[in-house]
């Protein structure tokens, strides 16, 4: 069973830096696509970024306009999202996935980013 834990959310100001952290279990990281969504107070999940399986392709959701930076450290059994310039806009709880793209995504239970302006 894959197991996916988040780190490195917490309050920050604007302009400032995060860097999230997804710990996942066994070899998911080189078996799965692995990525991130976030989801602000009342609104829906939304698509972050993307890191594809076996390869260094990435995707991001339109928002992110080459702040974030997703990568993926095998040997550590990690997946991490650098955030730069961050506004309040990217407040949200921000859930790991792990997506084996022949059964079923599996998430995290998700880290708090607070940005505060």
């Known amino acids: 069973q894959v197991r996916l834990q988040e780190s490195g959310g917490g309050l920050v100001q604007a302009g400032q830096s995060l860097r999230l952290s997804c710990e996942a279990s066994?070899?998911?990281?080189?078996?799965?696509?692995m990525g991130w969504y976030r989801q602000a107070p009342g609104k829906r999940r939304e698509f972050v970024a993307e890191?594809?399986?076996?390869?260094?392709?990435?995707a991001y959701g339109d928002f992110v306009k080459g702040r974030f930076t997703i990568s993926r450290d095998t040997s550590r059994g990690t997946v991490d999202l650098q955030m730069n310039s961050l506004t309040s806009e990217d407040t949200a709880v921000y859930y790991c996935y792990g997506d084996p793209q022949t059964g079923i995504r599996t998430w995290g239970v998700g880290t708090q980013v607070t940005v505060s302006s």
């Open positions: 890191i594809v399986r076996g390869s260094h392709s990435t």
């Open positions: 066994g070899r998911t990281t080189s078996t799965h696509n």
